[in-house]
């Protein structure tokens, strides 16, 4: 389920430049072109972390583990895993199989909401 209006390339450079990927020109919607984090012009696009799930599982992983806590209540809410106010519902076999069944593009939501709650 989509919950958040931005498009895949907007939540992908989010991720990408927390993640030290370095745009080599242009704004958001004209990012084609990255340096990697050694800086190095290696000619690739950052990783597509709306659709690839081991480059959001990658992203994920460079979180603080004290916002850990903050991603597992978003992908929650994301998934529909919380009562219709957010309040906790518990989880149930199917509510765990949800969450660990998110998209790609589930988890850059969930990921980039707790990067914008850092920035904060």
């Not at 000619?43 to 972390?49: D, E, H, S, T, W």
């Not at 460079?62 to 994301?78: E, F, N, Q, V």
Request: overall charge negative; proline content about 3%.
């Amino acid at each position: 389920m989509n919950t958040d209006n931005r498009t895949d390339e907007e939540l992908n450079c989010i991720i990408a430049e927390r993640c030290k990927w370095a745009p080599t020109y242009g704004d958001h919607a004209l990012r084609t072109a990255w340096l990697d984090i050694t800086g190095q012009d290696i000619g690739l696009r950052a990783p597509n972390y709306c659709k690839d799930l081991q480059a959001i599982h990658n992203a994920v992983m460079t979180l603080d583990p004290h916002y850990h806590w903050a991603y597992g209540d978003h992908i929650r809410s994301i998934t529909g895993c919380l009562g219709p106010n957010g309040e906790d519902i518990g989880l149930s076999g199917f509510g765990v199989f949800t969450i660990a069944h998110a998209s790609a593009r589930e988890r850059a939501e969930a990921l980039v909401r707790v990067l914008e709650e850092i920035d904060k």
